[in-house]
């Protein structure tokens, strides 16, 4: 009775405080479900969502009336004809007036007509995300250069877009600001050229993946105001390139180089030299090794925060002149780099109390004195990648456990970690993510200690750990509410009791449990019924779950996106049950399945084609299966990979 008298005297303004507080989702929800008015502010106050189910759109849009970001990339049967009906929906009217950003991503059903009705539909829509969209073409490209007001378009992988529609575009929406052109393979000099001309306020462009030479680099030379400049694997980029970005660009901030294969030492001392205030560089892979002047250019570089020389050669200078002269870093990576030893990473610990992300993945001569240096200096540390560093011992996890305390990601995939390793872990109470990969001394007691602190974990990497039984998965369920994502691969010992304790994790949305030959339909069903907000499933190799399993999968597991059920035992009748009733599924891997029938594949892919956007079957099926359902598949914009 006194809370709710309490309640009752909370303005609706001191709720909106306490809800903009709430970062995790969950906590977001248990706050809209508390009580109608706890229902009414959070309603007032959401301006973001995204869909899952077609059949909610409607209601949704019409309760949240402050809504200006709306995200479709994880709804199913998005397509002209669905965009039209929503446009034209009495019960939700005005939300397109409302939106700012919309996401598309993987939307591949949406074409020209759809996008052009939502485009002029929305006057103030600023941002648009049609990433990973492979139908999106010239067309398309046409009808989304009518958003005048765009300043932020995401079109990563758009196979199917040239310079001609990258034209309209640029010529139509002069104010862009950001542009992302990852992997648009028919991207060429001429679209950067005008994008630059028609476009000169921007500030972020990824060009990642082009096939671009140093001319596109001279045109983005000319962009005043560029502060993010993306350009991974573009193979065709040189020296010369980087001249052009050196000697012009004088904004530039952030610069990414890695596996450029043309690009030497030479050209990254003339975009030091000449770009004073960068402060993100990436120059990782291809560079055999990094010439001592680069590592003396560095100390231009008043305001580097964050270095990343992936897979290059270091030496002593390296470490001497980023100590004494970036003084201002907080993230270094140095994954599979040659030459880092004890010394050097000591000398970077002490030099850098500051850092916060360090990244020695397979610097493999590192020992227990790096650990120390870095876990004494380096107290801030809030994400530390040590995997494949073999010869750390429990030295550098009692190091670690007493003085990074504010340790939120910790990578010890082929460490040495047993159960004692795990106790002395358990002190960083502030692990959300920690990935034990390949650790074969750990077991369940070992996981009774980070289960009993580590409240917060949210991502645990178990892949291979040989000696976790059901024991262990009791210990999580029981002390870690918040795990989302965790793999269990080829952890052979696990049961169908295991299975029962998952199933008490509620916010368990990603789960791996390759080769778990013990697991049967009983541990399946027990996993769904609990677990209802599975979206990502890999069974691979669980071949002793029978049609009881599947069935249950699709009865319960009513928001799962993608599964593998590759190598299972499903027959013609429970593959047929389960994909007709996963109503959000849209990536299924189907290969090896021995007691499926073509008809059973026919049928299966028959109930789902029209929401699917990714299949994965043996290319022997081809042949057998129908034209009208491979049309059919292709006409919804799904993508089939032959095995």
């Known amino acids: 009775m006194e809370s709710c008298l309490i309640l009752s005297v909370l303005s609706d303004d001191i709720l909106s405080r306490i809800l903009d507080r709430l970062l995790d989702d969950s906590d977001k929800k248990s706050f809209r479900t508390t009580c109608k008015s706890f229902h009414r502010v959070e309603s007032v106050n959401r301006t973001r969502i995204k869909f899952h189910r077609p059949e909610f759109i409607p209601r949704l849009l019409k309760n949240y009336t402050c809504t200006d970001t709306i995200d479709f990339s994880a709804c199913p049967r998005i397509h002209d004809g669905s965009v039209s009906v929503l446009l034209s929906d009495v019960s939700c009217l005005g939300w397109a007036r409302r939106l700012r950003k919309v996401v598309l991503s993987r939307t591949t059903s949406l074409r020209f007509t759809g996008l052009e009705m939502l485009v002029n539909s929305c006057p103030r829509l600023e941002a648009v995300d049609v990433s990973h969209c492979y139908q999106f073409g010239d067309r398309e490209a046409a009808a989304l250069s009518r958003a005048a007001e765009l300043r932020e378009v995401k079109l990563d992988k758009c196979l199917r877009l040239t310079d001609v529609g990258l034209a309209k575009i640029a010529i139509r929406c002069g104010n862009l600001e950001k542009v992302s052109l990852k992997w648009c393979l028919e991207i060429t000099d001429l679209g950067i050229d005008l994008l630059t001309k028609k476009c000169a306020r921007l500030r972020h462009l990824s060009v990642s993946y082009l096939k671009i030479s140093n001319e596109s680099l001279r045109s983005i030379s000319s962009l005043n105001k560029l502060e993010v400049l993306l350009m991974v694997g573009c193979g065709f980029v040189g020296d010369e390139g980087l001249h052009f970005i050196g000697n012009g660009c004088p904004s530039l901030q952030v610069l990414d180089v890695s596996r450029c294969e043309h690009v030497s030492s030479a050209g990254l001392i003339s975009v030091t030299r000449g770009c004073k205030v960068l402060q993100k560089l990436n120059a990782g892979y291809y560079f055999l090794e990094l010439s001592t002047n680069v590592f003396q250019s560095f100390k231009d570089l008043k305001h580097l925060k964050t270095i990343r020389v992936d897979g290059v050669r270091v030496n002593d200078s390296f470490f001497q ?18 030459g880092v030893d004890d010394a050097g990473v000591m000398q970077l610990a002490y030099g850098h109390p500051g850092l916060k992300i360090l990244d020695l993945t397979c610097c493999n001569d590192l020992t227990d004195m790096a650990i120390s240096a870095i876990a004494r200096s380096c107290t ?16 550098s996890f009692s190091f670690i456990g007493l003085s990074c305390v504010l340790l939120e990601e910790l990578d010890l995939t082929e460490c040495c970690v047993n159960d004692k390793g795990l106790e002395y872990l358990s002190k960083c109470v502030e692990l959300q993510c920690l990935r034990l990969g390949i650790c074969t001394d750990i077991s369940g007691t070992g996981l009774s200690y980070i289960a009993s602190n580590c409240k917060n974990l949210r991502e645990l990497d178990l892949y291979r750990c040989l000696n976790v039984g059901d024991d262990g998965l009791g210990f999580l369920a029981s002390g870690c509410k918040k795990i ?49 907000k599975l979206s990502e499933l890999d069974i691979k190799h669980c071949g002793n779950i029978s049609d009881a399993g599947f069935w249950s999968l699709g009865y319960y597991s009513w928001k799962l996106q993608q599964i593998n059920l590759s190598f299972c035992g499903v027959s013609d009748v429970g593959l047929c049950m389960m994909m007709s009733n996963l109503t959000c599924l849209q990536d299924v891997k189907l290969v090896n399945l021995t007691n499926v029938s073509v008809r059973g594949y026919e049928l299966a892919l028959r109930t789902s084609c029209a929401r699917l956007k990714k299949v994965k079957v043996l290319a022997s099926l081809r042949p057998h299966l129908s034209v009208e359902l491979l049309e059919a598949l292709g006409a919804s914009g799904c993508r089939i990979r032959w095995d």
Not at 321 to 338: A, D, M, P, Q, R
Not at 381 to 391: F, I, N, P, R
Not at 490 to 506: A, F, N, R
């Open 321 to 338: 002149i980023i100590s004494t002269n970036c003084l201002f870093l907080v993230e270094v990576g140095l994954s599979k780099c040659e």
């Open 380 to 395: 801030k540390l809030v994400c530390l990648k040590l995997e494949s560093c073999s010869l750390l011992t429990e030295k």
């Open 484 to 532: 989302r994502n965790l793999n269990l691969c080829y952890c052979t010992k696990i049961t169908d009791v295991g299975m029962t304790y998952l199933s008490q994790l509620e916010e368990l949305s990603d789960l791996e449990m390759r080769s778990l030959f013990k697991v049967t339909s009983v541990g399946l069903t027990a996993l769904a019924s609990g677990c209802r």
